[in-house]
Nanobody
């Protein structure tokens, strides 16, 4: 059974940082992982695609240069370092076995698995 669990969300002031984690069981994050976010009253949007086959990460323009994904080789976890957070980054953040950034959509598994999300709030 595949399970994805996000953690690390919280409240920060503009300009602050947070580090989110996605821990997987029943699925290897070495295959790939996507991060999404959904703000209240808005549609879900893709944040990044991490492709395990080449360890390349594709970021949405809205987070490029501020967000960084890392995937330690010895852990079935992925970490999303978010710096210089702004109010518009406020959302529930999800990791998934699918990703979508811009016109790119990648399915890392035959089924789509999602975590339950972690809330990130950026406010002064």
């Amino acid at each position: 059974q595949v399970q994805l669990v996000e953690s690390g969300g919280g409240s920060v002031q503009p300009g602050g940082s947070l580090r989110l984690a996605c821990e997987a069981s029943g699925y290897s994050l070495d295959l790939g992982v996507g991060w999404f976010r959904q703000a209240a009253g808005k549609e879900r949007e893709g944040v990044l695609c991490f492709n395990g086959n080449d360890a390349d990460t594709i970021y949405d323009d809205s987070v490029k240069g501020r967000f960084t994904l890392s995937k330690p080789k010895n852990k079935n976890m992925a970490f999303l370092q978010m710096n210089n957070l702004q109010a518009e980054d406020t959302a529930v953040y999800y990791c998934a076995t699918v990703c979508g950034v811009g016109g790119i959509r990648i399915y890392y598994d035959s089924k789509r698995y999602w975590g339950k999300g972690t809330q990130v709030t950026v406010s002064s």
